[in-house]
């Protein structure tokens, strides 16, 4: 297999890619009809929201996320517990909301969080027995980064290839 070195010159911070969406609210305050995603509502590893609760059954201060934002929890940043979220509502204090600039694509940006390289640069910046990553540290995170319409081709594959997982592991 070949490989291809990337020159690092050419590649981009998130953080020039991405805003960090730092509205938040008392659960109190909300419908009690919104969403709530906790980091346990995250499947690891697979970007995938397992379920939602409601913000009535929460009692802490929520970050408020939109549709097309990303989740990315910084709790134990190893367990690589990202999400897209295709509604609004309300998530943990544990999870960084992005929001993507009109340069990468939402799921683009998944695949990227995702991503072993990632994982490996997060996890090397962080320690402890309850680790935590910062939007700061995410942000510095350097990425080659095509044109919106490569992304979408990547992140089209990308959906198949998914389905096809899925499919797969409903056979097994």
Do not use: W
């Amino acid at each position: 297999m070949t490989s291809i070195e990337l020159n690092e010159e050419s590649k981009v911070e998130l953080g020039s890619l991405v805003s960090q969406v730092r509205s938040t609210a008392m659960p109190n305050e909300l419908p009690i009809s919104t969403h709530f995603i906790g980091l346990e509502d995250v499947i690891p590893h697979e970007g995938r929201i397992l379920n939602s609760s409601y913000t009535s059954e929460v009692k802490s201060r929520v970050f408020l996320f939109s549709s097309g934002d990303v989740l990315y929890g910084r709790l134990r940043p190893y367990l690589s517990k990202v999400a897209l979220v295709d509604f609004d509502g309300a998530a943990s204090a544990e999870f960084i909301v992005l929001r993507c600039s009109e340069k990468i694509l939402p799921r683009y940006l998944l695949m990227i969080l995702l991503s072993e390289d990632f994982t490996g640069f997060i996890s090397a910046r962080v320690k402890g027995d309850r680790p935590r990553t910062s939007f700061a540290t995410v942000s510095s995170y350097k990425v080659e980064l095509p044109s919106i319409e490569v992304q979408a081709d990547i992140c089209a594959r990308d959906i198949v290839l998914a389905g096809a997982m899925e499919k797969l592991n409903e056979a097994i």
